[in-house]
């Protein structure tokens, strides 16, 4: 049976930074909605060379709101555009400022 987070690039035992991130911070927009579908937008996005830098966190840190914004509404990571927007972004400066 395939499982929702089965959508992933596959990545390789060397790159943990880009897993947590990946796992993570899609998984602050998973309330109440189609998990398979979240995580399709979420490999979409990743494999987008235009927007994928959104999961560096430091690069997200720093990120204009309204960037930030069009990148994860692209292939719909964001469906809330404020909330979903605020949550990616208040914890990417969290880590980026603590870790």
Do not use: C
Not at 7 to 18: C, D, L, R
Not at 59 to 76: F, I, V
Not at 88 to 98: A, D, G, K, L, M
């Amino acid at each position: 049976m395939k499982m929702p987070e089965d959508e992933n690039p596959g990545f390789t035992n060397n790159q943990t930074e880009p897993q947590l991130v990946y796992f993570t911070l899609p998984m602050s927009l998973n309330y109440q909605r189609n998990s398979y579908t979240l995580w399709e937008s979420v490999l979409a996005s990743y494999n987008d060379s235009d927007i994928n830098q959104i999961f560096d966190i430091k690069y997200s840190a720093k990120l204009e709101t309204e960037l930030l914004r069009k990148y994860l509404t692209k292939h719909k990571v964001a469906l809330q555009p404020n909330k979903h927007i605020h949550s990616w972004h208040t914890i990417s400066r969290t880590i980026s400022e603590n870790w």
